[in-house]
């Protein structure tokens, strides 16, 4: 069976995920880890350097201002898992409002992203890049603080990274997931416009 855009939905839906092995194989397979990365929408880190590079920063930050663009970053690097098929598959999710993306900019220049798809209350991480220094944590820092505030469950980022766990990602069981997977799912939830760097800032420190 072909995958379509309403395969890949349910997939989310049941707890697994699409990859390619890499960029130039057609053939795309299902993921459920036994040990699934998610990050807390109340546990975001900020460092002190963090916290620092939010206030002072000249990068801007938008959403859906330039999905495509943010998937291309995420792709552009030796080894990636964003073969064209998957690549086609988010575009068409973006286009009903089911795939979201970050974008931080400095001036006109696209620095840093990252994009996912939405199903209720549930956000599935899918990917991120950086081509600054901190770009990627910034938006990071501001698509958690966005997730609170449109009453978004679960940020689900798939696994943990070095980079992941030090800004508060943690490692949960297959069983526990699927429990905040299904309670996120059937929850109502917005993906809203973002807030500066500075404003997401202030406001992660006035409730930490």
């Known amino acids: 069976m072909a995958l379509s855009a309403e395969l890949l939905l349910h997939g989310y839906s049941i ?15 299902w993921v459920d880890p036994k040990m699934r990365g998610v990050m807390p929408l109340d546990g975001f880190h900020i460092s002190r350097s963090l916290a620092k590079r939010m206030r002072t920063t000249t990068m801007t930050v938008t959403v859906d201002q330039d999905f495509d663009a943010v998937v291309d970053g995420c792709a552009d690097r030796v080894e990636t898992w964003i073969n064209p098929e998957i690549r086609k598959l988010y575009s ?13 900019w400095e001036g006109d220049a696209l620095v840093g992203g990252v ?25 990071l820092a501001c698509l958690v603080e966005l ?21 508060g990602g943690v490692e949960i069981s297959r069983a526990h997931y699927h429990q905040l997977l299904d309670t996120a799912q059937a929850q109502p939830a917005r993906f809203l416009a973002p807030r500066s760097p500075q404003d997401v800032m202030q406001r992660m420190t006035q409730t930490s």
């Open 147 to 167: 997730l609170g505030r449109g009453g978004f469950k679960l940020f689900d980022t798939q696994f943990i990274t070095e980079h992941l766990a030090s800004l």
């Open 92 to 104: 068409a999710l973006h286009k009903t409002d089911r795939a979201h993306s970050l974008e931080v």
């Open 15 to 29: 707890g697994i995920f699409p990859m390619a092995e890499n960029r130039d194989d057609p053939e795309i397979f």
């Open 115 to 139: 994009y996912g798809v939405t199903l209720g209350a549930a956000f599935f991480g899918e990917s991120m890049f950086s081509r600054r220094t901190d770009a990627s944590k910034i938006a």
